[in-house]
């Protein structure tokens, strides 16, 4: 509970300091839907070309891709752990961080939330509702429950994949470019999985499996039985890897001494 | 004169070898995002061997080639002059015995060489390996390649000054950057080829200067395109050097004055 209402002022700060700058925030708002629409051009654009992408349909990728902008939205409203080295690292924020009572992490993820990218579910929540609505799926109650677990499934292993990246800056000082490349392999989920080398459909399941963050649990919902099992162990995959994220920022807690002298 | 500008370029290039590591990270980015485009398009055409007169083939290069340009044309010089602007040091550089904004323009040159010899050559030849790519042998479309490839830089960099000035009259125009970058990646054809758009869609982007960037000079490697095809090909980009000034310069004497204003 002490938690949640710490989480709550934490908000309130957050909210102070953005609306200060009505502008800006409104821009950003504006930018993070652009960003969001040239992936649907794309999608639109190539399907006057071809009427499927290896047995997907127009509308199956474009729900696919509306699905994977809700976990994903989630997780970077509260993974904004990109200049963790820089901020907490090299100028030492860390310590502050490790005098208060209150888990590191926690702390981190509550001071660099940026709230606003939770737009992006209600993005999400449109397009895919604009492919599910041309493509005849009789949703039940039941899917919605799905829908939701399987989001939350979701940004577990977006974050667990995030916490194991930034826990590196724990051991070692020296800077590393793995986030973004990382990030740049995450855009491989949100498409069909069958299009890729079988090579890079494994890397996507077992080593970085970015798969259960879209494609996997969307292809469930649009009906499809091939990766029943895959999508439903999306919540477990969420599980181990944010297991393993915080496993890994524990013990580099422990080890940390600090780059300053 | 001359001499001093060349001077900018050679110290922004030592100043990105300090920092090469960075690029080392960046070449797998490049791949990663040649990968997803790749096996997207593949997808796309499936069993089609050729759309919109191109083959799958000559799609892979496109793709290969358009991201590997990008790493020579793209800087972020908007992003510099927006902060020399926020930050004041911008009335420093305007006191200086030369022009500001082709100071940044050489700089972004510096920049875009030093990607071009260790980031898109070594980048080209590993993704030449992974991806069955078909580029020329030695051939003049090199060089007319090239000749197109550092038009369109110079387009880009217009427009990038353009995107920075304006932070004289938006206070935070990070914003307005990033859309800016989204749009030109979108526009430029690196997303998509132009051709592959509908009918009504490229007609308005062949009205606007993002071609110039990367669909012109790419297209010019892809298709081997020469002559007569060629020379127009280069003369929409010169047009759209030359029109790209007025705007430029008539922001940058109007916003001169407005400093002068916030200073006092």
């Known amino acids: 509970m002490f938690q949640i209402r710490l989480f709550h002022e934490y908000f309130k700060q957050y909210m102070k300091t953005r609306l200060a700058y009505r502008w ?15 992936n649907l051009v794309f999608i639109l654009v190539v399907f006057g070309h071809t009427s499927d992408l290896n047995g997907w349909n127009q509308y199956e990728v474009i729900a696919i891709y509306g699905y994977f902008l809700i976990p994903w939205s989630i997780f970077s409203a509260f993974f904004n752990l990109w200049d963790f080295n820089e901020k907490y690292i090299i100028k030492g ?17 509550m001071e660099t939330m940026t709230p606003e990218s939770l737009i992006g579910v209600f993005t999400g929540v449109l397009v895919m ?29 977006y ?3 995030y916490t194991i990246l930034t826990s590196i800056s724990l ?14 392999v995450s855009t491989y989920g949100r498409y069909p999985i069958n299009i890729y080398h079988r090579f890079i459909q494994i890397a996507l399941t077992w080593v970085l499996p970015f798969a259960f963050v879209g494609f996997y649990p969307a292809s469930y919902l649009l009906d499809k039985q091939e990766w029943f099992w895959y999508a439903m162990a999306t919540p477990l995959v969420g599980i181990v890897y944010l297991g393993l994220g915080v496993f890994t920022w524990n013990q580099g807690i422990k080890r940390y001494r600090g780059a300053g002298n | 004169m001359l001499n001093m500008y060349w001077e ?42 050729s759309l919109q007169a191109m083959t799958a083939v000559q799609m892979a290069t496109y793709i290969a080639i358009s991201w590997m340009s990008r790493a020579f044309y793209f800087n972020n010089i908007d992003r510099e002059i927006a902060q020399e602007i926020r930050d004041g040091t911008v009335a ?55 000749i197109s490839l550092f038009l369109g830089f110079i387009v880009n960099v217009q427009i ?105």
């Open chain 1, 171 to 184: 051991y070692t000082d020296s800077k590393t470019d793995i986030q973004p490349i990382i990030f740049n």
């Open chain 1, 159 to 161: 974050g667990g994949i």
């Open chain 1, 129 to 157: 509702g604009y492919g599910i609505y041309h493509l005849d799926l009789t949703w039940t109650l039941l899917d919605f429950f799905f829908l939701v677990l399987f989001s939350i499934g979701g940004v577990l292993v």
């Open chain 2, 8 to 49: 900018v370029v050679r110290i922004r290039f030592l100043m990105m070898l300090a920092y090469r590591v960075n690029y080392y990270s960046g070449i797998i980015i490049y791949s990663l995002n040649i990968g997803v485009y790749y096996f997207l398009w593949m997808a796309i055409y499936g069993d089609n061997s």
């Open chain 2, 92 to 146: 420093i550089q305007l006191i200086r015995p030369y022009q500001y904004l082709f100071v940044k323009a050489f700089q972004g040159l510096g920049e875009g060489i030093f990607r071009l010899l260790l980031f898109s050559i070594p980048g080209m030849i590993i993704v030449s390996f992974i991806f069955p790519i078909d580029l020329p042998g030695i051939s003049p479309a090199w060089g007319y390649f090239a």
């Open chain 1, 93 to 109: 924020e860390l310590d502050r961080v490790l005098t208060r009572p209150v888990h590191s992490l926690l702390q981190i993820i």
């Open chain 2, 160 to 264: 990038n000054l353009m995107t920075g000035l304006l932070a004289f009259y938006i206070m935070n125009n990070q914003g307005l950057i990033f859309s800016k970058r989204v749009v030109v990646d979108l526009l430029s054809g690196l997303i998509i080829p132009i051709t592959f758009y509908p009918e009504w869609a490229q007609k308005i982007i062949m009205l606007l200067p993002f071609q110039a960037i990367s669909y012109l000079p790419t297209m010019t490697l892809v298709k081997g395109i020469s002559g007569s095809q060629f020379l127009d090909a280069v003369l929409i980009q010169l047009v759209w050097i030359l029109l790209l000034w007025i705007p430029i310069y008539l922001v940058w004497r109007h916003a001169r004055k407005q400093l002068i204003v916030q200073g006092g």
């Open chain 1, 24 to 38: 800006d925030f409104l821009a950003q708002f504006l930018t993070n839907f652009l960003f969001q629409a040239v």
